[in-house]
């Protein structure tokens, strides 16, 4: 059974950082490229972030440029995303994906449940 289970959300004030992880089982977490996607309530989903399946390729959208960092261990298939400078309008429900390197939707084959991250004083 595919399982992506990320942790590390929380309540945070602005200005603080958060670290997220992703646990990966159930497939080959090394063959993946690896995304974050967040969704605010009402919104629709934004990527925050991708990786390539040995984690030399990495994308950042202007939003989070300079203040998010993914990486991953595929020793360990897990993926994490650290958040540093964090803002109210971080705030959303964060999501691991597995798939092909890219920012489509459709190109991602396992999701997990998210986590909340809420960024507030």
């Known amino acids: 059974e595919v399982q992506l289970v990320e942790s590390g959300g929380g309540l945070v004030q602005p200005g603080g950082s958060l670290r997220l992880s992703c646990t990966a089982s159930?497939?080959?977490?090394?063959?993946?490229?690896m995304s974050w996607v967040r969704q605010a309530p009402g919104k629709g989903p934004e990527w925050v972030s991708a990786?390539?399946?040995?984690?030399?390729?990495?994308y950042y959208p202007d939003s989070v440029k300079g203040r998010f960092t993914i990486s991953r261990d595929n020793a360990k298939n897990t993926l994490y995303l650290q958040m540093n400078s964090l803002k109210p309008e971080d705030t959303a429900k964060y999501y691991c994906?597995?798939?092909?390197?890219?920012?489509?939707?459709?190109?991602?084959?396992?999701w997990g449940q998210g986590t909340q991250v809420t960024v507030s004083s």
């Open positions: 994906a597995a798939g092909l390197y890219g920012t489509t939707l459709r190109y991602y084959d396992y």
């Open positions: 990786v390539n399946n040995n984690g030399d390729n990495t």
């Open positions: 159930g497939f080959t977490f090394g063959s993946y490229a």
